[in-house]
């Protein structure tokens, strides 16, 4: 065999499913929705319409988690309950490679606005189970370093450059030393996962433990404030 034959026969079994012949799809269609009161991000969206985002997804957050811990088992996946933060995410990202093709593709959906601009209900309900994903994520982050919390992003500059995470759900830690421009540290666990879903064949995905590196990097973070005495670490969850 030539080289470029080799080379023929090797990228299919790379690209594993990514193209050509696709594994079974789950059907989703008894997924819980979660459909944000407003979607988007920035100035797409008024204080009081971010602040209504926040407080739908601190109620539900651990009725969430816990559907989506029983829809995980159900298809294979990690339990968070019984994993170190960095152990799930690692399982997770893993779970992930290996049955990502499984979930509604972003290019077979009907044209639509990408997160987080898109619809979580309907043929969109996968969006639902990534905004899980992401947040059960999160909550790794959180059980091992309780500085992190929930919020919105409210940081003026990154409202006026556009940042997709500007008055968006995100995780937050104030600094211990706060400067006049930054406060806080901000957190985005739903980038890494709703960038997998549009573009499975990214490096940091398939070769890179991107999932794995944002908790790590997480819990490892220097100059944060510690939370709180009186914060609960297992806020969320189940």
Sequence with gaps: MTDTGRMRAFLPRWLGGLG?????????????????PHPGCGAALSLAQAEANLAAFTTTLAGRQLAL???????????????????????????????WARLPAFARLPAHAPWPDGGMTGHFIVNSLLADLAASLGEAIRRGQPAWRWGLNLDAADLADGMATARRVVLLADLAEPTPETAEAVLDPAAP??????????????????????????????????????????????
């Design 69 to 99: 811990r029983d829809w995980l088992a159900q298809h294979h996946g990690p339990d968070a309950s019984q994993l170190a933060p960095v152990d799930y995410a690692t399982a997770l990202q893993h779970w992930a490679r290996e049955h």
């Design 20 to 36: 050509g012949s696709r594994p079974a799809a789950w059907r989703l269609h008894d997924y819980p929705p979660f459909p944000l």
């Design 193 to 238: 996962v709703f960038a997998a879903h549009r573009f499975p064949g990214s490096v940091d995905f398939r070769l890179l433990d991107s999932w794995v590196e944002m908790v790590r990097g997480a819990l490892t973070a220097g100059g944060l404030r510690p939370a709180p005495a009186a914060a609960d670490p297992n806020y969320g969850q189940p």
